[in-house]
């Protein structure tokens, strides 16, 4: 069975759905899993992980992986009562038990909402409701019609914007937003995701050698010494994440299914670029297997350490990429990165993945605790299943 090849994707998926249904928490939500498939008891309920989990539960079942259907309520439950901040609207970041921790409304766990209430509206009414509810206070908070682009952070009641802009938050809105309008029908959504996709290329082509830079100002410039102090924070680390190349070149891919004939010119060729540039800076760069987590400006690695979701993003961009161009050398590209991730990241005794390793390939804990995360190791085996690149909200398509 050969890593990449089909029934080794198939594999891959049982075995993740399988470790996130072990995140289930009886008093509510899904929790952050330990390497034992055991929840943490120092972790509290994280409205990133929470979405993520019922994102995948919802796109196995589309799939025709199983019927999810009580992770699925599970997971809508969260988000109708721990999570939802029924005096101010919108949804905590971080609760324990019933109790709030983390108030702030943040673009980045609204956008997971999204994708997530998206993926299980086609059969679940209840998140159609959410998804609405969503998708109105992203219109209403975070949606700057000025520039095309999403702000980060408000405080709880949304009366308290924080100045920092973020590439990573706008990322992840663009994969919320084009599962809003499969979900919905809606072209706004497809038009925004295009309008955030073009803002961030060209500033990378313009401003940085097609680095996508992730942190800026009020006033949308680049901020290069961002977390210079800390930098490797685990969501807005210093410099460049090369793994954010390779998932921005990927979207911009289904932006193109989406628009059809409608696809401006620019769009495939710049994300092409970006994608190959993320191969030049990150792979094997310091001469050992593996993807860097990060590169300054000068194309300097900065954090070394190999991190799950940067090779499985390599994977499901590698492959979408062959399929659109029929190049061989991204085919190539696909196993060789799916031989290391089977090597080095899998966990052979329960399906699981290996979150970091260090610069020589050995598990480590600086970033990431635990194997909380399905998500990019689901998209990772699902993608390549899927025929052109749909996504997972209409089976029918498939």
Known sequence: MRPGDADYLALQTTNLINWASKSRVNTGGFGWLGNSGEVLKNKNIQ????SRMLFVFSAATNLGHGDYTPFIEHGIDSLETIMRDEESGGW??????????????????????IL??????????????????????????????K???AVDSWDKSFSKLDSYRGANANMHTVEALLAAYESTGNSLWLTRALAITENIFKWASE???????????????????FNLENPNDPFRPFGTCVGHLYEWSRLAIQISRALGSATPEWLLPLA????????????SVDGLEGFVYTVDFNLKPVVHDRMHWVV?????????????????????????????????????????????????????????????DVYHAFQSATVPMISDLVSYVDPILI
């Open 207 to 225: 401003r940085h050698d097609l680095l996508i830079a992730e942190h800026y100002n009020e006033s949308w410039e680049t901020m290069k010494d």
């Open 147 to 149: 520039i095309n682009m």
């Open 116 to 145: 997530a209430t998206s993926t299980a509206a086609q059969k679940n009414t209840r998140a159609k409701v959410i998804l609405e509810d969503a998708l109105a206070i992203f219109d209403r908070y975070f949606w700057l019609p």
């Open 92 to 113: 905590y970041k971080e609760v324990s038990g019933k109790s709030p921790l983390d108030t702030n409304k943040t673009c980045y766990e609204l956008a997971f909402i």
């Open 47 to 50: 409205s990133w992980i929470n």
């Open 272 to 283: 092409q670029q970006i994608y190959d540039k993320g191969i030049e800076i990150g792979w």
């Open 312 to 372: 499985t993003e390599a994977i499901s961009a590698a492959w979408s990429w062959y399929k659109v161009t029929g190049d061989e050398s991204y085919l190539i590209q696909y196993y060789k990165f799916w031989d290391y991730a089977n090597w080095y990241f899998i966990n052979k005794n329960n399906g699981s993945w290996i979150h970091q390793l260090n610069r020589l390939n050995v598990p480590d804990t600086v970033v990431w605790e635990g194997s909380p």
